[in-house]
Nanobody, 124 residues
Framework: QVRLVESGGGLVQAGDSLSLSCTAS????????IGWFRQVPGAERKFVAD????????VIADSVKDRFTISRDNAKNAVYLQMHSLKAEDTAVYYC?????????????????WGQGTQVTVSS
């Protein structure tokens, strides 16, 4: 079974940039859409961005679309989330997940394989 591992989280200041990585092991995700989601305590997990298997299909949440970009490198079995101009409200645990779909959908319910998450904290 494919295992997804997020990395790159940390503590940054408002206005900084941060890049998250999602790496798959134990199999390939090159034909899967991969998504990034975030969650704060007491709230539902929210969609951030997802990318289709070839990288051309992308959906990015309105709340971050001017600041975040998503990309993937299938040769490395990895998907990246580049975050710029970070705000305190971006503070959350960020998760990556894989879907059976090939194309990006922006729908959290389509994602069935999840990583453990990485904490991003933005200080104001």
């Amino acid at each position: 079974q494919v295992r997804l591992v997020e990395s790159g989280g940390g503590l940054v200041q408002a206005g900084d940039s941060l890049s998250l990585s999602c790496t798959a092991s134990g199999g390939t995700v090159e034909t899967s859409a991969i998504g990034w989601f975030r969650q704060v305590p007491g709230a539902e997990r929210k969609f951030v961005a997802d990318i289709g298997w070839r990288g051309f299909s992308q959906v990015i949440a309105d709340s971050v679309k001017d600041r975040f970009t998503i990309s993937r490198d299938n040769a490395k079995n990895a998907v990246y989330l580049q975050m710029h101009s970070l705000k305190a409200e971006d503070t959350a645990v960020y998760y990556c997940a894989a879907a059976a779909d090939r194309l990006a959908t922006g729908r959290v319910e389509r994602y069935t394989q999840w990583g453990q998450g990485t904490q991003v904290t933005v200080s104001s």
